[in-house]
């Protein structure tokens, strides 16, 4: 299942004015961002995320019919005492260095490091060209063939989340693909709700520290209802050992277990 965002004309013009002064791409800052997201999901500092990339750096491949499709892992670290600006200049600088590995198979990575396959549900981020969106839907004729693109409907992800963005002359959408396993739809719309609120206020603050930036904040006060005062408004399906753990460290002197004869 997935969501879609589309962004206004404003935004895709501030968009473009940030990334312009800061020497920056689209890809690095929604990676940036989206890295700042799953880091606040999932309450850790270093996030690693798989980009696909072409592996046709080779002039081997250049005749070569056929997807030569990699998943490239970009680790990033997210420092909340970090600028968002001086974030963005870590991420842009992992990007590059990690491009000088992109030929390098994932599935032999995953197999020499002996990773269970688990790992391998890792999350996607997909940037499209600029035309991409225009190429959906154009025809193309190669030597008296011609070439239509086939509409289909997506129904089934291997990954927990994935994030891809289409960029089409002035404007801007986003596709959040998620799996129906870990995410209900509720959860997922607060999600990106809660992601799109934080992309306009970085543009409004690019000196905003990271540990700032205004998503996941809000938590519902304690009341009397223990179940009350377990629920957080951006509920992620938490563990038993999670939520546990937080009403020990909330209520250390509280009787966690009672037995009743």
Do not use: M
């Amino acid at each position: 299942h997935f969501i879609t965002y589309n962004f206004d004309t404003i935004f895709s013009e501030r968009l473009n004015i940030f990334l312009k002064q800061r020497r920056s791409t689209i890809f690095e800052f929604f990676l940036a961002t989206f890295c700042i997201l799953l880091s606040r999901l999932s309450k850790q500092n270093e996030i690693i995320v798989a980009v696909p990339v072409a592996r046709r750096n080779s002039s081997d491949f250049i005749e070569l019919v056929g997807l030569l499709l990699n998943n490239l892992l970009i680790r990033n670290n997210v420092n909340g005492k970090e600028k968002f600006n001086d974030y963005l200049l870590q991420v842009t600088d992992n990007v590059i260095n990690a491009q000088k590995h992109q030929d390098y198979p994932f599935n032999d990575l995953i197999n020499k490091l002996k990773i269970n396959n688990e790992f391998q549900k890792v999350i996607n981020i997909w940037v499209n060209s600029p035309d991409a969106a225009d190429a959906q839907h154009r025809d193309y004729n190669l030597n008296g063939i011609t070439l239509k693109p086939y509409e289909f409907s997506e129904t089934y992800s291997d990954r927990d989340l994935e994030l891809y963005i289409y960029e089409q002359k002035q404007s801007l959408t986003i596709k959040l693909q998620y799996s129906t396993s870990l995410f209900d739809q509720p959860t997922i719309n607060y999600i990106l709700d809660e992601y799109v609120n934080s992309l306009n206020e970085i543009l409004l603050n690019p000196d905003i520290k990271v540990e700032d930036i205004g998503i996941f904040r809000k938590r519902i006060e304690p009341v009397n209802s223990l179940n009350k005062e377990l629920e957080i408004v951006h509920s992620i399906n938490p563990t038993i050992n999670s939520v546990f753990t937080e009403v020990v460290e909330k209520y250390p002197n509280r009787v966690a277990i009672k037995q009743i004869n």
